[in-house]
């Protein structure tokens, strides 16, 4: 029997502009997720409706089919890091205009939709930067350890988050909620002025939609990455039921539970990390992504099924040390398949479906909720996700058998 081993830390010594950035982005994931967690209080108190509350993935998602492949295109071409300082200001921006909505004796709910569309156009740039510096600032042998840490900051972020986001709710209020992240976005952009200028390696080309092209082709000429974005995508567009949080804590409580359901997935990724050591020793990462995926739509099968709190909750975490091990053997498969000269442009197209999977699935779940009850929604939607997960072993073959040992890295 396999051992356990417990989570590498050791890029963390090895990489002084690594930790710069880890800890950047993990106090403004902090802060994000407290906004993730406000924004749809606020559309459920000001319209009582878990359908306006799915709108927000939608409004959300329009502006990063503009944008993903954009901010790709750039991260590409110009400094990585100007990239990031400048989205992370933008942001900061954003999160203060929601603020001074919630300060109104009324506040608009056009405003809230309307920042959070603008957020999601300048992730847009923000995310495919980010993901393309980190393999700059690393070797090689260090993606998966990364990439656990990588899960292990989202975690940390996506538990602390929502229950720090649910306490200052209750007590404060939206307009310190939402100042939190303005905070939070001010200790990044620090962080991310210290590192050098990552400039972008190979022939240096303008973003156009040449280059865009070229990175969808790229991308379309690798099963394997297809089948990472297509996997992950099935997944969250059918097993995401986050649109529902509000109207399900509304029966076990409200407010003072809210959190633990945003929360949940994240302390069972938590605890698959703490664990990770093992994955490095998995090669066949195509595999483990669907494994993990038909393991997530199960436990939100369970979680739709059963009426106690806490046993709910657990299935909850089940779904989430699921996702944590299919995003470690996708940032993997990324970082051993893609050369540098497109990791941008990848990196928008893996934007794509990162966001958009969540944020239609947030529609579908809204919709089918209002069309019929909360528990067939969640139900319904972890059955479709793993009868389309199976059939991706038969759609693609090349991605279910890949071996990392037997892929060579294009220059």
Excluded at 39 to 52: D, E, I, K
Excluded at 63 to 85: E, H, M, Q, W
Excluded at 148 to 168: E, F, Q, Y
Excluded at 292 to 306: D, E, K, N, Q, S
Aim: charged residues 10%; contains cysteine; proline residues 5%.
């Amino acid at each position: 029997m396999m051992p356990l081993m417990f989570l590498d830390l050791s890029p963390f010594r090895k990489y002084p502009h690594f930790r710069k950035l880890y800890a950047g982005q993990l106090v403004s994931y902090i802060g994000t997720m407290i906004t993730y967690v406000a924004l749809p209080y606020q559309v459920y108190h000001l319209t009582n409706s878990s359908f306006a509350v799915g709108l927000i993935g939608l409004v959300q998602l329009v502006p990063i089919l503009f944008t993903a492949f954009l901010g790709g295109a750039y991260a590409d071409a110009v400094d990585r890091k100007k990239i990031l300082l400048v989205a992370e200001a933008l942001l900061a921006i954003c999160s203060g205009l929601q603020a001074w909505n919630a300060s109104l004796a009324s506040p608009k709910i056009w405003i809230v939709y309307a920042v959070a569309a603008l957020a999601s156009a300048i992730n847009g740039f923000h995310r495919p930067a980010h993901q393309s510096i980190l393999p700059r600032l690393i070797a090689k042998e260090d993606i998966p350890a990364v990439s656990a840490l990588g899960s292990l900051r989202s975690n940390l972020a996506s538990i602390g988050g929502p229950a720090i986001g649910g306490l200052i709710l209750a007590r404060f209020g939206l307009g310190t909620a939402y100042l939190v992240d303005v905070v939070s976005f001010a200790f990044s952009f620090s962080m991310i002025a210290a590192l050098p200028s990552i400039l972008p390696t190979g022939e240096k080309k303008s973003p156009s939609l040449q280059t865009i092209r070229e990175g969808i082709s790229y991308a379309k000429s690798r099963q394997e990455l297809i089948g990472t974005y297509a996997v992950d995508f099935i997944a969250m567009i059918f097993g995401m039921p986050n649109a529902l949080f509000p109207a399900m804590a509304a029966g076990y409580g409200g407010a003072k539970v809210l959190g633990w359901f945003y929360s949940a997935p994240s302390i069972g990724a938590l605890v698959a990390t703490l664990f990770s050591g093992n994955l490095k020793k998995v090669k066949r990462h195509g595999a483990g992504v669907i494994v993990a995926a038909l393991v997530w739509g199960v436990a939100i099968i369970l979680f739709g099924a059963i009426h106690n709190l806490w046993i709910a909750l657990f299935f909850l975490g089940v779904a989430g040390a699921a996702d944590m091990v299919s995003v470690v053997y996708r940032f993997t498969i990324w970082n051993e398949t893609i050369p540098d000269r497109l990791r941008g442009r990848l990196a928008g197209v893996e934007m794509l479906s990162y966001l958009s999977g969540p944020m239609l699935g947030n529609v579908e779940s809204g919709m089918v909720a209002a069309a019929t009850t909360t528990a067939f929604s969640v139900i319904s939607g972890g059955v479709l996700c793993v009868v389309f997960v199976g059939l991706s072993v038969v759609w693609l073959p090349k991605f279910w058998s890949y071996h990392s040992d037997k892929v060579p890295i294009e220059a």
